[in-house]
C-alpha cells in the first residue's frame, strides 16, 4: 500500500506527529489534534525540539523530546516528497549555538543519515506572549470568553515584564535552513527548562 501523500493542510505543519494531516494523532474522537499532552518532572527538566522545513523538493520533519538526562521520549525525522517512498532519516543529533548566558538559538546544525542541515534563526516569537500557550497570562487556546468575543493586543517585546513567561514556554523562531546545496524555510521550535545535561544546562539559565 502506498505512503499517504501530503494534502494541502500539511503546507502549514501544525500536526504534532509527523504523518499527513489525514490522520489524526489520538485514537479519541474528542480530543483536538492541536494539543500536546506532556507529563515531565519539571524540577529536573525537559527540553523538546520541534522543526518542520519545507525545501522546494521535499519537507523534513524533525522532532526530539528529552529528559534532564537526554532520555529520548519521543524522536522523529521523515523526510517526504511528492512522489515518495517516504524516507526515515534516523535518530536526529542537534548541536546549538545559543546566544550567550541564555538558551535563546543563534544557530544550529541537525545531523541526520541523510547529511547536516545547517540552521540560521532570524526572527522569534514567544508562543506564552499572545499565542496562547501556557503560561500565557491573558487567553489561552481552548479558553471561553463568550459568542462574539474579540479583542486585540499589542506587546512591547523588549519589555522584560511582558516576555518574562517566555521563561516557562516554547518559543518558535523562523530559520532559514541549508541542506546540500538546498535553501530551505521553517520552524526551529525551542522548549528547554530546567536541567539539561546534554547541553550544559543546570537550570540556572535564563530563557
Not at 522546494?56 to 524522536?75: H, K
Not at 523526510?79 to 538559538?105: F, K, M
Amino acid at each position: 500500500m502506498p505512503a499517504p501523500r501530503p494534502v494541502p493542510l500539511d503546507e502549514y505543519p501544525v500536526h504534532q506527529i509527523a504523518r499527513s494531516m489525514r490522520h489524526v494523532a489520538t485514537g479519541d474522537r474528542n480530543a483536538h489534534d492541536r494539543s500536546i499532552f506532556h507529563f515531565f518532572d519539571r524540577p529536573r527538566g525537559f527540553h523538546r525540539l520541534w522543526i518542520p522545513i519545507r525545501f522546494d523538493d521535499r519537507f523534513v520533519m524533525v522532532i526530539a523530546q528529552e529528559d534532564a538526562d537526554g532520555y529520548r521520549s519521543l524522536d522523529e525525522a521523515p523526510q517526504i516528497t511528492e512522489h515518495g517512498p517516504d524516507r526515515r532519516l534516523g535518530r536526529a543529533s542537534v548541536d546549538i549555538t545559543y546566544r550567550e548566558g541564555t538558551r535563546v538559538p543563534v544557530s544550529a546544525v541537525v545531523h541526520l543519515d541523510g547529511g547536516n542541515i545547517e540552521a540560521e534563526v532570524m526572527v522569534s516569537s514567544p508562543l506564552a506572549v499572545g499565542a496562547g500557550y501556557s503560561p500565557a497570562r491573558d487567553w489561552r487556546h481552548g479558553e471561553w470568553k463568550g459568542r462574539g468575543w474579540l479583542d486585540r493586543r499589542a506587546y512591547d517585546l523588549t519589555d522584560p515584564a511582558v516576555t518574562a513567561p517566555a521563561a516557562y514556554g516554547v518559543t518558535d523562531h523562523a530559520a532559514r535552513f541549508a541542506w546540500d546545496g538546498r535553501v530551505g524555510y521553517g520552524i526551529f521550535e525551542l522548549g528547554s527548562f530546567g536541567r539539561h545535561t546534554p547541553s550544559g544546562f543546570t537550570g540556572q539559565e535564563a530563557m
